[in-house]
């Protein structure tokens, strides 16, 4: 059985705001994976890959943390007081499966 595409895609990514665009820049080969494996076009693919880090950038906006299984964290630091203002800084946490595993796949090289 062959893929073909993702059912209802071009309604959903045409359902989807353009409210915090991301650009999709030096992200060929995320591009090209997404292609060869749903089979999209590649305007659908950079549609795709721009709402996956739009959507994690507005829940850091919303102060909410974003864990994505096998990979990492990306979160909001507690705020920070300086003389003039609160500031908080995004930190990404990746999971220990993953350090494993990049330390693992540099020593067998």
Do not use: C, W
Not at 46 to 73: A, H
Not at 82 to 89: D, H, L
């Amino acid at each position: 059985m062959e893929f073909k595409g993702l059912p209802g895609i071009e309604e959903f990514l045409s359902s989807k705001g353009d409210n915090l665009p991301v650009e999709v820049q030096e992200l060929d080969h995320l591009v090209d994976a997404i292609i060869a494996y749903t089979g999209l076009t590649k305007d659908q693919s950079v549609r795709v890959l721009s709402l996956f880090f739009q959507e994690i950038r507005s829940s850091m906006i919303n102060g909410d943390t974003v864990d994505i299984r096998g990979f990492g964290t990306f979160l909001v630091s507690s705020p920070l007081t300086t003389k003039t203002r609160k500031k908080v800084f995004a930190k990404f946490k990746p999971k220990k499966s993953l350090l494993k595993r990049m330390n693992n796949d540099r020593d067998s090289r």
